[in-house]
């Protein structure tokens, strides 16, 4: 199975700050078909999660611009430009190249 | 707009068998491809099983495999996830996502509890 390895685990960011989540795969994510699908989601507490970043850089619908995704290969990074107290809450990255999809363990991002 | 409603979870004992719906509005659902994600109480998200938009193609989780059966009704715009065999460790919130871009999990539903628990 593929791994997916997120660091930090803990994210504790000042408000109007940038954050950065890195994910590494143990395996390259880019499929037969020439695209990399890895995946971003927010979950805020008490929520159902959200995806935010498809195939590694492609934002999703309402996703407001301070989120970017990045990578390639086996190296991934969401950023959210500048953190907004609305962003609390726990992200994950998620492939979905190999069988069986897997997802990364999770940042929780809070607040200092 | 598009919904997901999850149903069908609830508390059984280990050994037991459960099954969960999962009612899809608007979106063409017959055109789209389905997944089952879950929620250990506390814990990260793990990734269950997946239907192709017509069914003829189904993947399972290692956790689940022989225990677990995906399946859809087109014409009734529902996505299906028949347990048997469950253990404690299957409990968990069932979630189920559609995909859109071409990649998996774009839009969730609220999720439904199973407990398993003698």
């Known amino acids: 199975d593929v791994v997916m390895t997120q660091s930090p685990l803990s994210l504790p960011v000042t408000l109007g700050q940038p954050a950065s989540i890195s994910c590494r795969s143990s395996q390259s994510l880019v499929h037969s078909d020439g695209n990399t699908y890895l995946q971003w989601f927010q979950q805020r507490p008490g929520q159902s999660p959200r995806r935010l970043i498809y195939?590694?850089?492609n934002r999703d619908s309402g996703v407001p611009d301070r989120f970017s995704g990045s990578g390639s290969g086996t190296d991934f990074t969401l950023k959210i430009s500048r953190v907004e107290a609305e962003d609390v809450g726990v992200y994950y990255c998620m492939q979905t190249t190999h069988w069986p999809w897997t997802f990364g363990q999770g940042t929780k991002v809070e607040i200092k | 707009q598009v919904q997901l409603v999850e149903s069908g979870g609830g508390l059984v004992k280990p050994g037991g068998s459960l099954r969960l719906s999962c009612a899809a509005s608007?979106?063409?659902?017959?055109?789209?491809?389905m997944t089952w994600i879950r929620q250990a109480p506390g814990k990260g998200l793990e990734w269950v099983s997946y239907?192709?938009?017509?069914?003829?193609?189904?993947y399972y989780a290692d956790s689940v495999m022989g225990r677990f059966t995906i399946s859809r009704d087109n014409a009734k715009n529902s996505l299906y996830l028949e347990m048997n065999s469950l253990r404690a460790e299957d409990t968990a919130v069932y979630y189920c996502?559609?995909?859109?871009?071409?990649?998996?999990?774009?839009?969730w539903g609220q999720g439904t509890l199973v407990t398993v628990s003698s």
């Open positions: 608007g979106f063409t659902f017959s055109a789209c491809y």
């Open positions: 239907i192709s938009n017509t069914g003829s193609a189904t």
């Open positions: 996502a559609r995909d859109n871009g071409g990649a998996a999990a774009a839009v």
């Open positions: 195939k590694a850089s």
